[in-house]
């Protein structure tokens, strides 16, 4: 099963990775510390993953307007 990359803040999909679970590997090749694991790793109900990232638009616009950056959802 593929891991779900989403933005967290426009829930665009940007993209699926081969990896069948989340494993040490997978978080040292994206250098995620467990924190981070827990804060942007979604468990979804059928056991797929969902990984919370930012897509390079909203990247753009949270450097435009880092003051956003407080805001969870601030693109709906
Ligand atoms: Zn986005």
Redesign the pocket.
């Known amino acids: 099963m593929p891991i779900h990359y989403k ?1 967290r ?2 829930e ?1 999909e940007i993209g699926q990775l081969p990896f069948d679970s989340i494993d040490e590997q997978f978080l040292t090749k994206h250098e995620i510390t467990p924190e981070e694991q827990h804060e942007y790793i979604v468990n979804g109900a059928e056991g797929e993953y969902t990984v919370q990232c ?2 390079e ?2 990247q753009n616009s949270l450097q435009k307007f880092p003051n956003y950056y407080a805001l969870k959802k601030w693109i709906q």
């Open positions: 933005c803040h426009c665009t930012i897509c638009e909203c």
